[in-house]
Structures are given as structure tokens and as C-alpha cells.
């Protein structure tokens, strides 16, 4: 997903550069969802990783 997201920042820039402001609006918005969802997931795992690796102490 983080990949996806860099592909339509570098479309977004682009397509800015060249003056397709349109495109580029659309894409920039579309990189920042998909950076955000990616945010999301990566703290979501990093959270489930840590829960699973604590040992559980106790007799």
C-alpha cells in the first residue's frame, strides 16, 4: 500500500509540474488516503506484535 501511495504522490507531481492541476489534486488525494491507511495498519500491527510477544508470567 505504501508503494501505491508513493506512485500517485510521483503521478500527483508529475502531473503538477506539467500543469494538470486536476490530475494532480486528484492524485495528491489519493496518495495521502493511501498513506494514511498504511499509517493505520503499521501502528494496528506494531501493537498486535508487541501484545503476542509478551510472555505471559504467572504459576
Given at each position: 500500500m505504501l508503494k501505491w501511495a508513493l506512485i500517485m504522490?510521483?503521478?500527483?507531481?508529475i502531473a503538477g509540474g506539467l500543469g494538470f492541476?486536476?490530475?494532480?489534486?486528484?492524485a495528491a488525494g489519493i496518495a495521502k488516503?493511501?498513506?494514511?491507511?498504511?499509517?493505520?495498519?503499521?501502528v494496528i500491527?506494531?501493537?498486535?506484535g508487541f501484545m503476542a510477544g509478551k510472555k505471559v508470567t504467572g504459576n
Amino acid at each position: 500500500m505504501l508503494k501505491w501511495a508513493l506512485i500517485m504522490a510521483v503521478i500527483a507531481l508529475i502531473a503538477g509540474g506539467l500543469g494538470f492541476t486536476g490530475v494532480a489534486g486528484a492524485a495528491a488525494g489519493i496518495a495521502k488516503i493511501l498513506f494514511f491507511l498504511f499509517l493505520v495498519g503499521f501502528v494496528i500491527f506494531l501493537v498486535l506484535g508487541f501484545m503476542a510477544g509478551k510472555k505471559v508470567t504467572g504459576n
